[in-house]
Nanobody
């Protein structure tokens, strides 16, 4: 199972980006997919997650109302729409997937078995 994250870039404060995470490899049905980010000198933190079948979505308080997670079941692809970006959103964004996670553990990066390589988001004027 491989995850490929893309869509990062340089954007001005207040701007938008759309990240994608495509799952490929052997037949894989995720239960949850998540987005995490890691800024320089900081630990990896939870950003958002989506339950693949129920489409339940979760967000960190710092991004709620600005970021939107979605998925395309036919393509096994997850998206993260980033709006009203702030300089503090600057980080490497990673996507992750797992087939066994339950809701109560979906914010924990250690619970995910599969990870993408990360895509850099830089918010700067």
């Amino acid at each position: 199972v491989q995850l490929q994250a893309s869509g990062g870039g340089l954007v001005q404060p207040g701007g938008s980006l759309r990240l994608s995470c495509e799952v490929s490899g052997r037949s894989f049905s995720p239960r949850f997919m998540g987005w995490f980010r890691q800024a320089p000198g900081k630990e990896r933190e939870f950003v958002s997650a989506i339950n693949w079948s129920a489409r339940t979505t979760l967000y960190a308080d710092s991004v709620k109302g600005r970021f939107t997670v979605s998925r395309d079941g036919a393509k096994t692809t997850m998206y993260l729409q980033l709006d009203r970006l702030k300089p503090e959103d600057t980080a490497i964004y990673y996507c992750a997937a797992d087939s066994r996670i339950i809701l109560s553990n979906s914010r924990n990066p250690g619970a995910y078995d599969y990870w993408g390589q990360g895509t850099l988001v830089t918010v700067s004027s």
